[in-house]
C-alpha cells in the first residue's frame, strides 16, 4: 500500500469517525431534549390540574385525605390554593428551564441575553410571590408540598423564604416606637371589644412604677414588651409581650398582646417571637406560659401555631359580649414546649 492508499484510507477512516461523532451528538441531543420535553408535558398536566380545581373547588372531594385538610375549607379559599399550585407549577417549569439546561455532548448550551433577562424577571416576580403570599409560604413548607415537588426546586424556593426570615430586628419596646407599636396592634385588633386598648399596656411596660397601682387592680405584677422592626423599611411588622399574675398559684407567665403583620407572616417570626417569651418566662422562673386567644376567624392562624409549640386549652371558654365568638385560654408546660421542633 503505497502513500497515496493510505492518505485515502485515513481521509476515510476520519471522515467515518467524524459522521459517527455528529450521528452521536444529534442522537444525545435529540434524547435530551425529548426528555425535556417529556419532562415539561408532565408539569403541564399539573397546569391543567390546577386549573380546573379554580374553576369546580369541589373537585378536592376525590381525595379521601389530604394534607390541607380541603373538606373544611371555603370553596373560595380553595381557588386560593389551587391558584397557588398554579403559580409553583408555573414556576417549576420555567426554573427547569432556565437552571437545568440541555446538554451538548456534555457541554452546557448557553442561554442568551433575551434568556438571561427573562429569568432575572421571573425570579424576581417568584421572590414577590412569596413574600407578599403568607398562604403561599405556608402552603410551601407543609411536608405534602415537600414530597411532591423536585429537591432541586424546593431547595431554590426555601432557600428564598430563608433569606426573608432574616429581614427583621426584635427589640425590647421603648418610648421611641411606642406610638408606632400602639398603631400597630389597634389596627390588628380593631375587631376585638376591649376595656383597654393595647396602647395602655404598651405604656404601662415602659413605667411600672408609674402604673403599679392600676395593673394591680388587675392582677399584673408585672409587665413587658418587643418589638420586630423590617431592617430595610424600620417598620414595625410585630409586637409580642410577657407579663405575670398575683392570682397564679404556679409559676406562670402569660403572653401578651401579640401580632405578626399579615404581609410578614410566614416566615417563622411569630414562633420566634413566642419562643422568645417561652425563654424569658423560663430565665424568670416560669414553669407554664399561658395566654387568651379566641375563636374569631381572624385568629385562626395564631391558634394552629399556638397548637403546633404544644399550648393546650384548660378550663371553660368564655363568651365575648354579645358576639359569637369565645374567649379561651392555652397553657403550655415550658420544658415540653422548649425543645418541640416545628416541620
Known sequence: ?????????????????????????????????????????HIKL??????ELMKDPDLWGIFDRV???????????????????????SFLMVYDYHS???????LRIRRDKDDNEIWVAFDKYINQFFYYSSEARR????????????????????????????????????????????????????????TKRPGYYL???????????SLLEENI???????????????IIA???????TTDKEKVSWVGWTAVDEIERGFGLGEKLLRMVISESKANGSEYVKLWTSTHPKEVAANRLYSKMGFKKIGNDEQIGTTEYFKVTLQGKIEEMAGKTLI
Open 139 to 194: 402552603i410551601f413548607h407543609q411536608k405534602v408540598t415537600r414530597d411532591v415537588y423536585p429537591k432541586y426546586f424546593y431547595k431554590y424556593c426555601a432557600n428564598k423564604i430563608k433569606d426573608m426570615r432574616d429581614s427583621f430586628i426584635i427589640r425590647p419596646l421603648s418610648t421611641e416606637n411606642l406610638d408606632a407599636a400602639t398603631n400597630f396592634l389597634n389596627k390588628v385588633f380593631e375587631y376585638v371589644e376591649v
Open 67 to 89: 394534607g390541607y385538610e380541603h373538606a373544611r375549607i371555603k370553596p373560595d379559599i380553595l381557588k386560593i390554593r389551587a391558584f397557588i399550585f398554579l403559580h409553583l407549577n
Open 100 to 106: 437545568r439546561p440541555s446538554k451538548y455532548f456534555g
Open 46 to 51: 399539573l397546569l391543567d390540574f390546577d386549573r
Open 1 to 41: 500500500m503505497d502513500y497515496i492508499d493510505m492518505l485515502k484510507l485515513a481521509c476515510i477512516v476520519v471522515t467515518a469517525a467524524i459522521s459517527l461523532t455528529m450521528l452521536y451528538l444529534h442522537i444525545s441531543f435529540y434524547r435530551r431534549n425529548t426528555q425535556r420535553s417529556i419532562r415539561e408535558n
Open 203 to 213: 405604656s404601662a411596660s415602659l413605667n411600672l412604677n408609674n402604673h403599679k397601682d
Open 221 to 235: 405584677s408585672f409587665l413587658e414588651y418587643w418589638t420586630a422592626t423590617n431592617k430595610e423599611s424600620k417598620q
Open 239 to 245: 409586637v409580642t409581650g410577657r407579663y405575670e399574675m
